[in-house]
């Protein structure tokens, strides 16, 4: 410095344990149709010098692999197979799998496993007029962010409208936005609503709406807005 004193400058010598043992991927998205069976793999590897003993750990109850633990011998990979049991209900599954070896050091494998309900064939064709309505479907007090989830409107059990769940970010939240066909002869026949819930596979045949307004088609009018939308609920009738 500027009084002739000399600095030495300061060192850290840092160790970093890493894992001789790998997974190839890190997470594991799969979609699997209810009441199908399937499997999917992914493999472990040894980078080491020597062999390995590993061991699996948070595997859960809904999920068989074709072996928890094992050794494996260095620079080699290994095939692991999962196999979801059978008969699981819709829903979305997701779970932590650690592989231990002789370092003690876990390595996560994150598994998310869509079981998928085959969705109603609802579809809607353009027609003389239509109407558009911005809502939000609503399920047990919660606003559905799933964008698998459908609303559908019905004239005298025609299918005149369908739409799903999607994210705008100017607004932060899950809107649908639906075109509402008709024509001038229907005009006087009320709508109806149905929604599906696809996170469980439910239909539910009566829904519904926090404005009126949405139920009575009117041509080239807007029902609901991005700022006040809808509101579609569920009736307690499947």
């Excluded at 008969?87 to 998928?116: D, F, H, N, W």
């Excluded at 007090?141 to 025609?158: E, Q, T, V």
């Excluded at 639906?178 to 439910?202: F, R």
Aim: proline share 5%.
């Amino acid at each position: 410095d500027l009084n002739g004193n000399s600095n030495s400058p300061v060192t850290w010598n840092v160790l970093v344990k890493q894992s001789n043992l790998k997974w190839t991927e890190e997470t594991i998205d799969e979609v699997l149709p209810y009441g199908e069976t399937a499997s999917f793999s992914t493999e472990i590897s040894n980078t080491g010098i020597s062999t390995e003993n590993w061991v699996l750990s948070g595997v859960p109850s809904w999920l068989d692999v074709s072996s928890e633990s094992g050794s494996l011998p260095a620079l080699k990979n290994m095939t692991l197979k999962f196999t979801p049991q059978a008969g699981m209900a819709i829903g979305r599954y997701e779970a932590t799998i650690m592989l231990t070896g002789s370092q003690g050091i876990e390595q996560p494998l994150y598994i998310s496993l869509y079981v998928k309900g085959e969705a109603p064939d609802w579809a809607a064709t353009p027609d003389e007029t239509n109407m558009n309505v911005i809502g939000q479907l609503k399920v047990d007090g919660i606003i559905s962010s799933d964008p698998d989830d459908m609303l559908a409107a019905f004239r005298n059990g025609k299918c005149v409208g369908v739409a799903q769940p999607k994210y705008l970010s100017k607004y932060d939240t899950y809107l649908v936005m639906m075109d509402v066909y008709g024509n001038q002869e229907e005009h006087d026949n009320d709508l109806e609503y149905k929604m599906y819930d696809a996170s469980t596979g439910t239909v539910y045949p009566l829904v519904s709406a926090s404005d009126s307004k949405a139920c009575t088609v009117v041509a080239d009018t807007w029902v609901g807005s991005f700022e006040s939308p809808v509101t579609f609920t569920p009736e307690n009738k499947i």
